[in-house]
C-alpha cells in the first residue's frame, strides 16, 4: 500500500510546529510558542537522541494545547530521511520545505545571503505560518520498491556506460584499426571470443599466425568473412615498438572490464523484469489501471515513470504534477521584453530523465506526437522547449488515463473535446 502523511492542519487537531535544519552530524531546531516565546535546541542526528529530544517536544506541545508536534525540515540530500522516520514512528506530523524558498525567505527577512543553521529553522517556521509547506510523501510496499529499482537501473546504466568507455581507451592501444561498430563490439559472440582468446591484442593476434587465429574462431563459431576483415584490421591495428608484456597486461585489463560490463547488463536485465513484474502487482491489486501500448509506451518505460511519480491518483490536478517532476514553465519576461519560458526544474530531476527518454521515439514523425514536436519546432520554438511541450502533454495524457480508468485511444489524443457520452437505453 501506499501512504501519504498530510502536512495541513485538520479541524480535530493543533500541530506545534517544530523546524529542524539537518546535516550529517546534527539537528538545529526551533519553535515558537503560542505566547511568542522562541525555543531552539541542537542535537545528534542518531535515532537515540532524535526520539527522546521528540519525546520531549510531546509533552510540552500538550502543556502548550497542542495535539502533537508536527516536524518541518528541508530535502537535504538523504540526512532528514531518519528524522522524519522516526518522527513518523513517535507519532509526529510531517512536513517539507523548499531549499529555494528558506534561501531567498532568509534573505528577504533577514539580509543574510549567508548560510546559517540556527536562523534556517525560523525561515521554516515562516514558510509554514504562510501555508508554504509541502506533503511528506512516502511510498511502501511495491510503490518503494518500485522507486529504489529505478534508482538501481540509473546506477547500473550509469556504470555500464562508464565500463564501455574505458573499453573505447583500451582498445585505441590494443586494436586502433577495429572497423566493426559498437553493437558488434559489445553484443555479439565473434567479440566475445577474440576477448577470450587473445583481449583485442592485436600483437598476439599476429603472433598466433593467421592459421590459428582462423581455426580457433571457427571452433567458436565465427563466420570467416569476420575472421578475414578482423585478421586485416589487427594487422593495421599493430603499432611498431610496443612493448609486449604492457600489450598483454592492457588485455588483461580489457578482459576484466568485459566480464564486468556482462555482471552489468546481466543486474540490468534483472532489474528490467523485476520493475515490470512490480507493476503487473499493482495492477492485480488494484492500484494501478494504466497499461502499457505499443503506440503509447513499453512497459517497462511505465514502470520508470510510475516508480518516480508514485500513485498518478494522489494528483488532483496535472498542475501538481508538473511542479512535482519539474516541468512546471517559468515566465520570462520584463516590461515590453518578452522571452521563451523555460523549465522549472525544481521537481525530480529523474523524472524529467525518463520522459525525455520515454517521448524521444514518440517525435519521430509518423508516432503518436512526431507532426505535434515538429510544428513547435516549425512555430521557431527551440527543441529544448518543444521538448518540454511534448513532455508535459505525455505526462498528461498518463494521468488522465489513469485518472479516468480509460484505455488508451490515439484518435482522442489531440481531440478538442471528450467525446459524447451514448444515453442508456
Not at 527577512?109 to 540556527?118: A, F, Y
Not at 550509469?158 to 572497423?179: M, P, Q, T, W, Y
Not at 525525455?356 to 520554438?381: F, I, M, N, P, S
Request: with cysteine.
Amino acid at each position: 500500500m501506499k501512504a501519504t502523511h498530510e502536512t495541513s492542519t485538520t479541524q480535530t487537531e493543533k500541530l506545534w510546529d517544530v523546524a529542524f535544519d539537518v546535516s550529517k552530524q546534527t539537528l538545529d531546531w526551533g519553535a515558537e510558542t503560542p505566547d511568542g516565546r522562541v525555543c531552539r535546541g541542537q542535537l545528534a542526528n542518531t535515532v537515540a537522541a532524535i526520539t527522546a529530544t521528540l519525546d520531549e517536544l510531546a509533552l510540552q506541545a500538550r502543556t502548550l494545547g497542542c495535539t502533537r508536534v508536527r516536524v518541518i525540515c528541508e530535502p537535504t540530500g538523504g540526512y532528514e530521511k531518519r528524522l522524519l522516520a522516526v518522527a513518523r514512528h513517535r507519532g509526529c506530523a510531517t512536513a517539507l520545505v523548499s531549499g529555494e524558498a528558506v534561501h531567498q525567505l532568509r534573505v528577504v527577512e533577514s539580509n543574510d545571503t549567508g548560510k546559517s543553521d540556527r536562523k534556517d529553522p525560523r525561515t521554516m517556521l515562516l514558510l509554514a505560518r504562510w501555508r508554504k509547506l509541502l506533503t511528506d510523501r512516502v511510498l511502501t510496499d511495491e510503490w518503494l520498491l518500485l522507486r529504489e529499482y529505478n534508482a538501481r537501473y540509473d546506477r547500473l546504466e550509469r556504470d555500464s556506460a562508464r565500463c564501455k568507455n574505458r573499453i573505447h581507451k583500451l582498445l585505441v592501444r590494443l586494436f586502433g584499426e577495429l572497423s566493426f561498430t559498437n553493437a558488434w563490439l559489445f553484443e555479439s559472440a565473434a567479440a566475445r571470443a577474440v576477448v577470450e582468446l587473445y583481449g583485442f591484442n592485436a600483437v598476439a593476434i599476429l603472433a598466433a599466425g593467421e592459421k590459428s587465429f582462423r581455426t580457433r574462431l571457427r571452433r567458436r563459431g565465427v563466420y570467416r568473412s569476420t575472421i578475414r576483415r578482423l585478421w586485416t584490421d589487427a594487422g593495421a591495428s599493430v603499432v611498431p615498438g610496443a612493448d609486449a608484456a604492457w600489450l598483454e597486461l592492457l588485455a588483461d585489463d580489457l578482459r576484466e572490464l568485459f566480464a564486468e560490463l556482462a555482471r552489468l547488463q546481466t543486474r540490468l536485465q534483472t532489474t528490467r523484469e523485476s520493475m515490470i513484474g512490480l507493476t503487473d502487482r499493482l495492477r492485480a491489486r488494484g492500484q494501478l489501471h494504466l497499461e502499457a501500448h505499443p503506440r503509447l509506451i513499453s512497459p517497462f518505460m511505465l514502470a520508470r515513470i510510475l516508480a518516480e511519480t508514485g500513485p498518478l491518483r494522489d494528483f488532483a490536478c496535472i498542475q501538481k504534477l508538473w511542479r512535482y517532476g519539474g516541468l512546471n514553465l517559468r515566465p520570462y519576461q520584463s516590461g515590453q521584453m518578452q522571452g521563451q519560458d523555460k523549465q522549472s526544474k525544481r521537481g525530480r530531476a529523474r523524472l524529467r530523465h525518463v520522459l525525455t527518454q520515454a517521448v524521444l521515439k514518440r517525435v519521430v514523425r509518423g508516432e503518436l506526437y512526431g507532426d505535434y514536436y515538429h510544428g513547435k519546432l516549425a512555430a521557431g520554438k527551440t527543441g529544448g522547449i518543444a521538448m518540454t511541450a511534448v513532455a508535459r502533454k505525455f505526462l498528461k495524457l498518463l494521468w488522465g488515463l489513469e485518472r479516468s480508468g480509460r484505455a488508451f485511444d490515439e484518435a482522442r489524443v489531440f481531440a478538442s473535446a471528450p467525446a459524447p457520452v451514448a444515453a442508456a437505453a
